[in-house]
Every structure is written in structure tokens, then in C-alpha cells.
């Protein structure tokens, strides 16, 4: 069965990749342009800097201390392997089939004949094997290419990929299984790749090995490094964790084998302790986007509460890695709230990182960004991983990869079954032709504009003779939701609505979710944002750019009414706001609170910036550009589009207007 994650056991079960496809809308078209674009560009990348031939090097004895790229460069290779596997099980793809043959048969070259296969340590004036493993990332980059072996194995079959893997994992086996080197890599990958690795080929060894890995983890067992052992979660066992902490990503892919290896041995102790950590992180360490990571320093978690929104991280990958972990936790526990955090993810942090044509995108995604970003130049790498433009490539590029094989796999996301029926958890436009228990067929074709729309119109498509029972998820933000079945429309609540019958062919659910724009207050304990408004639309947070405003420099005063609520304009929604006139001081703290009045009258209509492509619909001649204190309609788009039409400031959280003097006395 060809899916990125296949568990022995669950609640529910992930559907085939074969079984989903999508056939447009605003997915079908993301991962189209993944398909066309994305793959081939990621590779050129790769060649051009000499990542890939650093498995030349290594294969014809050259290798030396000028090795190009990280000690990871590795793993965007097998990232962007698995996201061809991927495609071409898909497609089909010629191309993709034919760059998966080029790559593998480079890398087969590069394996020693133990099965060890690094390009940055172990040969010829380079470094020891494992003898960095604090930062080497040598048993990370393996993990990445035994899920990259596991989308080939599930998508195709046995083929070198799939045996060098073997070896590589048997070599990871030999060397740090029992009675082995009692070590653990400094980044947590190569034990959700084992994990995997192991139910794909039904291996044992693999799975026990991700659970000796596991264990050893948070006992001292890496070198204590400037950032502590929690920056490698070297610092509690995995057991006794109560919320994720240090890098993100490492923290996330921990995780997710964590539920892994919980689920394969019936662990519910394990299991528990990761549901405590999605909770409470969940709670009090993840931004309104579904983003995680709220310090540069480490590219991870802050403290509860601590969730600055122009200093967020939030890195691209850990978006990825957050959707792997939810994506288990349901498929273990059935649990709605994971995929209700899929969704916001998929849409403000995986949506948000590539451009339009999937050949530039953003490593970090800050959700308020101070001054515009100089524009990148598409022919050079960017140094930094916090910019204001999205970047054709990265000194360090994890993120177009790790994008590459989410889109690729995505339509894997969308939807599980368990024995009375077919569950839709992700809406975009698609076909459906799962097969239940008693070989009863749960067809249905899926037609929606989301999110642009609310209406999401199921239709069956092939009789049943016997009843079975489609659930629909209806998300946690969606009050005055309806589902209209037979004739009859009824209210739902947030979780999983369900209609059981012996579907006919043409029967039709229309499941309708309300899309008017709404206020979103922050708990207040956040304090970077106390006092501020965010506004969302569905499962988009909207966002204000200085694109959108007569003054563009006018966004740093900008307040809103919050007494006026958000309404809704294709593409976006408007709110009542104006610029505070502020004066300059030449100490920013008076000894008595500002009182700012309204800023000059704008010369333009909100919305109608000259040069500004595609204003929202609406913004034009907003009422209030005269005579109304200075108060306009300010336009506000998805967050996942900032940036698109060139460089701008952006904020999601917007400050609320101090009363009028007579409301405050």
C-alpha cells in the first residue's frame, strides 16, 4: 500500500496515495507546480553547488577538506529523492522516473562496501566516521534516506534504492545496536526513518533499533553544547517530557517517531507522553499560523507564552514536521484536533514558503516583518534564513526539499477510512475510490472552492449494498456550520459529521462552513501581542501589507476598531483602521502615557496603491477616507500570499485603537 506513513494499528487508516487524487483548486495547482517546477529546480540547485557530486567524489576517491555544503547536504538529496518517488508512483512521470535512476545510481557509487554512505566524513581527508555526533548529521542524513527508500519500496517496488537503504540500515544496526556504540545523533531523524523503514519491509531490526535510539535519548549521552542538551532534547527522556523544547524540527521529528515506535509496540505510555506534549506545546508554544519556533538562535521553542510575532521562526520545515507528528497522533488516536492543526498549518506556514511558481520560497516565516525585504536575486544563494522575500536557494536549503516531498505526498493527507467508513478531513477538490472491509467501495467525488468558498458538495459515486458511514470534519473555528443530505439541511458542530446510509450513485452532501472574516484574540499572556487583534477567514489568517495602504510607511501606527467587525471581500477581508499620528521623542519613554491623534487624511482610497497588482475587491473608495477621524477600510489578505506582488512590511496582529477619551475617563 503506497502511503507515507502506514501504522499496523490505529483508530483509523491512511488511504493509498492510489486511492486520492486531487483534481484541482488550491492544492491541485500547488502540487502541480511542485510536479513541473519545483523537483527539476531543486535539483539543478544540487549540482550546481556540487552536492551531488559530492557522491562522485567520494566513489572515485577524491574527497578532501573542501568538500562544498553542509555535513547535511546529504539529506535534500534524499529528500528530494523521496519526493520524485512520490510523483513518479503518482504520475508516472517519465522524468521523474529517469531522475530517480540518475540520482540513485550516483549515490550507489558513494556506499561502502559496509553499507556506511556519507559524503562528509569517513574518507580521505575528512573526519572519522561518527565522530561528530553532536553536529555531524550523519545517522540524520541516513533516516532521510530510508523514507525516501520507504516512498520508493510503496510506490514501485524493490529496486537499488530501496537494497542500498538496506544496507545503510543494517550498517546503523551493526554499529549502534546492542552490544554496539551506545551513541544517538545530535538531530532525531534517523528513528522515524527506521521506523518506517521497518514496517515498509516488515524488519524488526529496524523498529528495535528506533527504539533503542529513542531510550537513549535525554540521559546526557551527546557532549553538552553552548545551547544546553535541550537544543538536541539530550536533557529529559522522551517519557518524561512535558512540552517540546530546543530546535523545532529536531524536537517534531522526535515526535513523530516517538508515536511511531508508541503505536508499533503498543506503548500507551509513550503514546500519552506525546499527547501531553502536543497539548500543552500546542497550548502555549505554536503561533496562530500552526507555526512553531519562536527563537533564532536555536530555530526553536521559547518558553510558554513566548511568541513575539516579528521575531518568530517558524521555520518552513518545522511546519513539516508538525503536520508529521499531528498526522500520527490521528491515525493512533482518531482525534479531530490533530487535523484541525494540519489544516492551519498546510495553510499559513507549507502554503506561505514557495512562490507562485515554486522556484523561490521562505525558510522562516515571521508573522510581522518591520521593514520590506530587499528583492532576492534568483541566481544567488541566500545566506540568511530570515528574509522578507522568499529565496531561490539557501546556504542552508532544507526547506524547498522538505516542501518538495509534503506536496508530492499531500493528497495522502487528505482523507482515512476505518471499518464502517471513509472520513475527509482536508477540503480541496478531488476523487476518492477507497475499499472498505468487506470489500464494500467508499467512491465519492469532492468539488469545492475552499477557501475561497465554503461549500464543499461530496457526491457519490458507485452504489453500496451495504451502509457505511461518511464523516465529514468540521473545524474548531467553523460555528454555524450546516450539512444538507436528502433534502434536509441541519446544523453541525466542530468535530466529525457523519451520514450513514447505503449510498446510491449521485446521492449528494453539501457540507456548508461559514467564511465570514473574524476577530481572533490572543490569550493574553502573550504578551508581545497583548493588546492586538488578528484576523482570519476560515482556515487563512489574513494579514495587513504595506502594498495595501496609501502610506505604505503608515503600517507601524496602524490601528484598528475592533468595535467594527471584519468583512468579507474576494480575496480578503477589510477592517476599520487608521495611522496614529505619532511624534518623534528623543527618549521613546515619557513620563506620561502618548496621546496619539489620527494621522493626516489619506490621499488615496485604501487598496488602490499605485502599482499594487490585484488590490482586494472592495478597497477601492472604502468609506471614511474623509471626514470620519481618519478611520478607512484597510484591506487584508492571506497571510500564505504576503510578498507575492514584491517586497513589503506585513503584520498579522494588529494593535486596537485606544478608546475615545470619554470611554476611557
Known amino acids: 500500500m503506497t502511503s507515507p506513513v502506514l501504522p499496523s494499528r490505529g483508530r483509523v487508516r491512511p488511504l493509498a496515495l492510489a486511492q486520492v487524487s486531487l483534481t484541482g483548486g488550491f492544492w491541485g495547482s500547488r502540487q502541480t507546480v511542485n510536479a513541473t517546477a519545483t523537483l527539476a529546480h531543486c535539483e539543478s540547485w544540487m549540482e550546481r553547488l556540487g552536492w551531488l557530486a559530492n557522491f562522485d567524489r567520494v566513489a572515485d576517491g577524491t574527497t578532501g577538506p573542501d568538500r562544498p555544503g553542509w555535513p547535511f547536504s546529504d539529506s535534500e538529496v534524499y529528500k528530494l529523492l523521496e519526493a520524485l518517488s512520490w510523483e513518479s508512483a503518482r504520475t508516472g ?43 555531524g548529521h550523519e545517522l540524520y542524513n541516513t533516516g532521510h534516506l530510508l523514507q525516501a527508500a520507504v516512498a520508493r519500496l510503496r510506490g514501485h ?40 523503514f521497518g514496517r515498509a519491509l516488515g524488519e524488526e531490526r529496524y523498529l528495535e533499533q528506533a527504539r533503542l535510539f529513542l531510550d537513549r535519548r535525554g540521559h546526557g549521552t551527546l557532549r553538552d553544547i553552548p545551547l544546553g542538551r ?21 524536537a ?34 505554536t503561533y496562530i499560523t500552526g507555526g512553531m519556533g519562536s527563537r533564532h538562535q536555536d530555530e526553536g521553542f521559547g518558553e510558554d507564552w513566548e511568541l ?18 499531528s498526522w500520527r497522533l490521528h491515525l493512533a488516536t482518531g482525534d479531530v484536533r490533530y487535523t484541525d492543526l494540519i489544516e492551519r498549518t498546510l495553510y499559513n506556514v507549507i502554503a506561505t514558503s514557495p512562490s507562485a511558481d ?38 542552508v536549503s532544507c526547506c524547498p526539499t522538505n516542501v518538495a516531498r509534503t506536496l508530492a505526498a499531500l493528497h495522502g493527507y487528505l482523507a482515512t477510512s476505518d471499518d464502517d467508513g471513509l472520513q475527509i478531513h482536508q477540503y480541496a477538490s478531488c476523487r476518492i475510490r477507497a475499499e472498505l472491509p468487506g470489500g464494500r467501495a467508499a467512491a465519492v467525488d469532492v468539488e469545492t472552492a475552499y477557501p475561497e468558498g465554503g461549500t464543499v458538495r461530496v457526491r457519490i459515486a458507485a452504489d453500496a449494498d451495504e451502509p457505511w458511514t461518511l464523516a465529514l470534519r468540521v473545524p474548531a473555528w467553523a460555528a454555524g456550520a450546516t450539512l444538507t443530505e436528502g433534502g434536509r439541511t441541519r446544523p453541525v458542530g466542530p468535530g466529525l459529521a457523519r451520514v450513514r446510509r447505503a449510498f446510491r450513485a449521485g446521492d449528494e452532501i453539501v457540507l456548508d462552513l461559514p467564511m465570514e472574516p473574524r476577530f481572533t484574540w490572543p490569550d493574553p499572556r502573550i504578551d508581545a501581542v497583548r ?13 495587513a501589507e504595506s502594498r495595501d495602504l496609501p502610506d505604505p510607511g503608515a503600517l507601524g501606527s496602524l490601528v484598528v476598531d475592533p468595535r467594527s467587525a471584519p468583512r468579507a471581500v474576494p480575496g480578503g477581508a477589510l477592517v476599520r483602521g487608521r495611522a496614529l499620528a505619532l511624534d518623534d521623542r528623543p527618549w521613546p519613554y515619557p513620563a506620561v502615557p502618548a496621546v496619539a491623534g489620527p494621522a ?5 482610497p485604501a487598496g488602490t496603491v499605485a502599482g499594487a497588482a490585484e488590490p482586494v475587491a472592495g478597497a477601492a473608495g472604502a468609506a471614511g477616507a474623509a471626514g470620519d477621524g481618519g478611520w478607512t477600510d484597510v484591506p487584508l489578505r492571506p497571510y500564505h500570499a504576503w510578498a507575492r506582488r514584491g517586497p513589503s512590511s506585513m503584520r498579522i496582529f494588529l494593535p486596537i485603537a485606544p478608546p475615545p477619551p470619554s470611554e476611557g475617563a
Open 358 to 395: 515554486g522556484r523561490a520560497f521562505f525558510y522562516a516565516n515571521p508573522l510581522h516583518q518591520r521593514v520590506p525585504g530587499r528583492p532576492a536575486d534568483p541566481a544567488e544563494v541566500s545566506p540568511r534564513a530570515e528574509a522578507g522575500e522568499r529565496a531561490a536557494w539557501f546556504d
Open 93 to 135: 512521470d517519465p522524468e521523474a522516473e529517469a531522475a530517480i535512476k540518475r540520482l540513485t545510481a550516483r549515490i550507489a557509487r558513494a556506499q561502502d562496501p559496509d553499507g556506511y554512505l556519507n559524503t562528509c566524513f569517513g574518507h580521505g581527508g575528512q573526519r572519522p566516521r561518527y565522530s561528530d555526533l553532536e553536529g
Open 252 to 285: 517534531l521529528y522526535l515526535a513523530a517517531a516517538a508515536v511511531d515506535v508508541a503505536v508499533e509496540r503498543g506503548d500507551d505510555e509513550l503514546l500519552g507522553a506525546v499527547e501531553r506534549q502536543w497539548e500543552r506545546s500546542v497550548a502555549r508554544r
Open 230 to 250: 535541550a537544543y538536541f532534547q539530550d536533557d529529559v527522556p522522551v517519557r518524561e517530557a512535558r512540552v517540546w523544547r530546543g530546535h523545532a524540527v529536531r
Open 308 to 325: 513575539p510575532p516579528d521575531r518568530a521562526y517558524c521555520e518552513t520545515c518545522a511546519g513539516v514536521a508538525s503536520i508529521m507528528v
Open 600 to 604: 493626516a487624511e489619506p490621499t488615496e
Open 157 to 196: 517496488g524493490e529496486d537499488e534504492l530501496v537494497r542500498l537503504a538496506r544496507r545503510a540500515a543494517d550498517h546503523v544496526c551493526r554499529t549502534f545496536g546492542p552490544g554496539g556504540r551506545a551513541g544517538i545523533c545530535g538531530h532525531p531523524e534517523i528513528e522515524v526513518g527506521l521506523a518506517e
Open 531 to 543: 493588546g492586538c487583534v488578528a484576523v482570519e477567514r476560515g482556515p487563512e489568517v489574513l494579514c
